[in-house]
């Protein structure tokens, strides 16, 4: 192997090891060498190695707070002038009062989607007993405001994820990628599926008390593995992307079984296949895709909401869009590396289901 390509695959291990305890990386960049050594990779024209630039996950960053964040307009009414009105309605009254307070005027984000919910199902209950002719204007006032309040409930949604700290932790890249024996993380994974119902329920279905939403932004504030997906699926894609052209490279340049039968150096891939492949990179592969498929679908969901803002939708689509986006090129870096081992142990009659395969599948690798 020549200097410059040791190095570099040096650098991959070396980058892997910067952060300590990031076995996903270091799977990746170990299977990377091992296939490179297999496939004689310093013969190949034009294949250099390049060790994944951690720096690329910088294209996955949230835009500014501002820009996600829109103006909610103050409604017309009130509600303070509402208070002495509403007597006959204690809940509505304490909903009233619990805004005006210090504390009500400080609500962050999230606490204000559950707050203007409650308000609003306090107005449907109050409205009924005022059924007196003398209550007439204040059923209309009511009314007036429930109408509005219920109008603004996307934009109040979109601000209570916007400007939330648990969101953006959630969707913040990290450094390390997924672990290997990376927990469950169903809890954060519902409760991102559940803010996507949510959103596309809106304005029909209020939204839920602070009771119930609170642990859903908890789940994404205590999840590291939104960041770490991100991480993962990055890397992979580089890595899957540069073991594919190798591959591929080397079935162009130097097929390892020229003449279609087995060769030693196709039995060597085999067992590159078998034991590294598929026996370790492959089982972690299909961990991200699992936790991808749930993770995408919810940001997919989100960003056909109503009234999201412009740069928060295209955020959403760098990361989980159907063409160009961060999941569509691991699926297509996944797809790419299987074509390219299929093609390479084709054309040795060692892939599963040749003659082959039974013979030769369990021989010790490299």
Not at 75 to 104: A, F, M, T, W, Y
Not at 126 to 154: H, I, N
Not at 305 to 314: K, Q, R, V
Request: hydrophobic share 40%.
């Amino acid at each position: 192997m020549t200097i410059a390509r040791c190095l570099a695959l040096l650098a991959c291990l070396a980058l892997c090891a910067c952060t300590p305890g990031d076995d996903g990386l270091a799977l990746q960049a170990d299977y990377l060498q091992r296939l490179d050594r297999a496939l004689d990779g310093e013969a190949l024209d034009g294949i250099e190695i390049l060790a994944f630039d951690k720096t690329q996950l910088t294209r996955y960053r949230m835009p500014p707070r501002r820009e996600r964040l829109q103006p909610i307009a103050e409604v017309r009414i009130g509600l303070l002038d509402l208070l002495i009105d509403v007597r006959r309605c204690p809940e509505l009254q304490q909903q009233i009062s619990q805004r005006n307070s210090i504390l009500g005027k400080q609500l962050v984000p999230s606490r204000r989607l559950a707050y203007e919910g409650d308000l609003l199902r306090a107005i449907e209950a109050c409205l009924p007993r005022l059924a007196k002719e003398r209550d007439q204007e204040l059923r209309a006032t009511l009314g007036e405001l429930a109408v509005e309040k219920r109008r603004q409930l996307p934009r109040v949604f979109w601000n209570a994820l916007n400007g939330s700290a648990e969101v953006e932790r959630y969707l913040r890249f990290a450094e390390q990628a997924l672990p290997l024996d990376a927990p469950e993380d169903n809890a954060a994974l519902d409760a991102l599926a559940q803010l996507a119902d949510l959103a596309h329920a809106l304005p029909q279905r209020l939204p839920p008390p602070a009771s119930e939403l609170d642990p859903l932004f908890f789940a994404l504030h205590t999840s590291p593995q939104g960041g770490q997906l991100i991480a993962s699926l990055a890397s992979l894609s580089h890595n899957l992307n540069q073991g594919s052209e190798l591959l591929e490279s080397r079935q162009r340049q130097r097929p390892a079984c020229p003449l279609g039968q087995a060769t030693p150096r196709g039995r060597i891939l085999q067992n590159i296949f078998v034991k590294y492949y598929a026996g370790a990179v492959q089982p972690y592969l299909a961990e991200v895709d699992q936790r991808g498929q749930g993770w995408s679908r919810s940001l997919r969901q989100l960003a056909a909401a109503e009234e999201i803002p412009p740069t928060m939708g295209d955020y959403l689509g760098s990361l989980a869009g159907t063409e160009a986006s961060l999941w569509a090129d691991f699926q297509r870096a996944t797809a790419r590396h299987v074509r390219a081992w299929q093609t390479t142990l084709k054309s040795c009659g060692l892939a599963p289901g040749q003659a082959g395969w039974e013979s030769d599948a369990l021989r010790d690798g490299q």
